[in-house]
């Protein structure tokens, strides 16, 4: 992914984990509560099978749409 494309998409990662903070349900592994930017971050590693960084950027809109699922669906 280019640089601009990378960035914006980094912005709405952590727009969404800012979001997410005080949302996502408890979780054992995670006492004290848990990190929504890494989860976001993590999450979007695991769908695309690689970092946000890495993926192409004909595919923009389609982390963006992601994004907004995990705004929806806090897991």
């Known amino acids: 992914m280019n640089k601009k494309n990378s960035s ?36 979007v590693k695991n769908h695309f099978g690689m970092s946000y960084k890495d993926v192409s950027d004909d595919k923009k809109e389609e982390i963006i749409k992601y994004l907004d699922y995990l705004r929806d669906n806090p897991e």
């Open 8 to 43: 914006a998409i980094w912005k709405l990662i952590q727009e969404t984990g800012d979001f997410l903070k005080g949302k996502l349900p408890p979780h054992p592994n995670h006492p004290t509560g848990r990190n929504p930017y890494a989860h976001v971050a993590l999450m």
